[in-house]
């Protein structure tokens, strides 16, 4: 609703799944309901984890993500530029460098303002370090219409390090049991998140199910 303090769509770092072709449906969502199409920050960079972004292209580990195993894992080809994933989307981009970011909040503020000023749909944030998506938060929460922020965990970690401590305090309701069984599926290629399913399954109360060629899936009773 327009209450909605954070619009926030998450997105893998390393660029997988149809997240430009959700992000044109989302943005449509959004206008409906603000009356305005939002501006969007796309910052997929997630530090922690190795994965950065430095002139518009995702880097795992300090490695170009098309020249990893991950990539190739994934049945995607190209270039892991994520500027053309945008355009090929049909949005108009800016890119903002890491020497631009470091100028600080309010020269990035003002470059973001200029830009939906010019009519521009997405805006991507280079970000290396954990101070550089602080900064793209911090200069993003600034902006007078509320943006969409489109990233990986580490710019979540980031809004909330920048934006909640002046915020009114949280009334979420803490996790409770719930009396269903709750279906995960996991569709991944990835190792990790295998690896991840593989530990969910030997719980107790898993029931296991898998399907050839298609996602592993499992019920977990009486979480």
Request: charged share 15%; glycine share 12%; aromatic share 6%.
């Amino acid at each position: 609703g327009t209450s909605t303090r954070v619009l926030y769509q998450k997105m893998d770092s390393s660029l997988r799944g149809n997240w430009a072709t959700e992000l044109v449906h989302i943005r449509q969502a959004a206008a409906t309901v603000l009356g305005h199409t939002p501006l969007t920050i796309v910052a997929p960079a997630f530090p922690e984890t190795g994965r950065v972004t430095i002139d518009g292209h995702v880097f795992v580990n300090g490695t170009a993500l098309e020249d990893t195993d991950l990539w190739k894992q994934t049945g995607l080809t190209g270039s892991a530029d994520i500027q053309l994933f945008l355009t090929e989307a049909g949005l108009k981009v800016e890119l903002a460098t890491l020497e631009q970011g470091a100028l600080g909040p309010e020269a990035l503020n003002m470059r973001l303002a200029n830009c939906m000023e010019a009519g521009c749909d997405a805006f991507v944030c280079d970000a290396q370090g954990e101070g550089d998506l602080l900064t793209i938060a911090t200069a993003s929460r600034m902006l007078a219409e509320k943006p969409l922020w489109v990233g990986s965990a580490g710019l979540m970690r980031a809004l909330v390090r920048g934006g909640e401590r002046s915020g009114p305090p949280s009334s979420a309701r803490p996790c409770t049991m719930v009396g269903k069984p709750i279906l995960v599926v996991v569709g991944s290629a990835s190792g990790a998140s295998h690896a991840q399913f593989d530990a969910l399954a030997a719980q107790q109360g898993v029931a296991l199910g898998a399907w050839v060629s298609a996602p592993r899936w499992c019920w977990c009773r009486g979480w």
